[in-house]
């Protein structure tokens, strides 16, 4: 399998989206009161799945956003209040009881999937609690009083769209006309909305993508087999760690491997993947969130807390989006404290920035290009803008 020179990254620019004051064509919602003059403890919910496929990502999102709670000192403090969402039903459900219980949440953070994002923020609303999303990445993912923290779709498919037509022609010394792409998602709301944008921006770049299809764990060996009949040299793709594990023992079992991997979100960052997805996986280049950064107080805080090192760069991106917006909902009216928020990209402890459009979308999380080395997941340094 090709391993990509460090050199030949691409982060293409995420500024493109209008970035209107907040609140410009919309009605100016007032946040329920989440701070009171008397108040000891704002409670905020994590709804994550902490079982399931998505269950390291869940966690990992879920301790960022607790190792922000704990070292933001004063008062009100935070208490994170964990509950396992491994489904839309069980997120709904789970919401709508806490929400009527004794540890009604100030506000609630979620949720990996973009299924299970989809189902429960129109139930926030309708319960008055303002929702933070942390990763899920589907394009249509927002509300009225719902923040999206972290990157969308479309800017993965930019990415890797950039990433197969500058850089990969180069290291394959073929033609950008002359790539056979194939593009295999995982099924569910995120891999189809990061295959779906992969899948426009390619054309849009001139890429002809070569076959297009999705395949569960199980039918992996048949995916291969129709991937090498289909001659693709470039395959992106995006699924939760069982999926990648069963691509990659499909290529040692099928002894055919395309000459490049490029995975886009889903479980392609996590540690525990790399380890799954066995023999042949080194080389894989990854577009996703930030990877940990290997010393920094982030990463020595985490080890004291739970013991290892961190899984994934999702635990340091929740970390790193939760914190200015833990720091609004103190404030008297967190609405338009949350529409000052103006931190440019490099700010945030893994890279990023933080800023609203009127949307509630977050400007400055892009997706960057990583590359999996002996086991350690690396940032492609250089950019292209």
């Not at 100016?28 to 994550?48: D, F, G, K, S, T």
């Not at 700010?347 to 990583?370: I, K």
Request: hydrophobic share 50%; net charge positive.
């Amino acid at each position: 399998m090709l391993r990509a020179g460090g050199k030949d990254a691409a982060i293409l620019p995420t500024h493109s989206l209008p970035r209107r004051r907040l609140g410009l064509g919309l009605p100016l919602l007032a946040l329920p009161r989440l701070v009171r003059a008397q108040a000891a403890e704002l409670r905020l919910l994590a709804l994550l799945p902490l079982t399931g496929a998505l269950a390291v990502l869940g966690d990992e999102t879920c301790r960022g956003l607790e190792l922000a709670a704990e070292e933001r000192e004063g008062t009100p403090r935070f208490r994170v209040l964990r509950h396992d969402a491994p489904d839309a039903a069980a997120g709904v459900a789970e919401l709508r009881r806490i929400a009527a219980g004794p540890d009604r949440p100030a506000a609630v953070f979620g949720s990996v999937s973009s299924a299970i994002a989809m189902a429960v923020i129109p139930a926030a609303e309708a319960l008055g609690l303002p929702f933070f999303e942390l990763g899920a990445v589907a394009d249509g993912i927002g509300g009225r009083t719902a923040w999206r923290l972290g990157p969308q779709a479309q800017q993965y498919g930019a990415v890797a769209a950039g990433v197969l037509t500058r850089q990969v022609p180069v290291l394959l010394s073929l033609p950008v006309e002359a790539l056979r792409v194939a593009i295999l998602g995982g099924g569910g709301a995120s891999a189809d909305a990061i295959c779906d944008a992969a899948e426009a921006a390619l054309i849009a770049a001139g890429v002809a993508v070569a076959v297009r299809f999705a395949a569960p764990a199980t039918e992996m060996g048949h995916a291969v087999q129709r991937l090498r009949s289909a001659g693709a040299e470039l395959v992106l793709h995006s699924g939760n760690e069982t999926d990648i594990a069963a691509l990659f023992r499909a290529f040692r079992e099928e002894s055919w491997y395309p000459r490049l991997v490029l995975g886009a979100g889903g479980g392609h960052a996590v540690l525990d993947t790399a380890r799954a997805a066995g023999a042949g996986h080194d080389g894989t280049l990854v577009v996703d969130v930030p990877p940990v950064p290997p010393a920094a107080p982030f990463t020595d805080a985490y080890r004291r807390r739970y013991g290892a090192p961190p899984r994934s760069g999702h635990s340091v991106a929740a970390y790193s989006l939760a914190r200015p917006v833990l720091d609004a909902l103190r404030a008297a009216d967190p609405r338009s404290a949350l529409a000052m928020v103006d931190l440019p990209e490099g700010t945030l402890a893994n890279g990023w920035g933080l800023r609203f459009d009127a949307r509630l979308q977050n400007l400055r999380a892009p997706p960057v290009l990583s590359r999996w080395e002996n086991g350690a997941l690396t940032a492609v340094a250089s950019a292209i803008r």
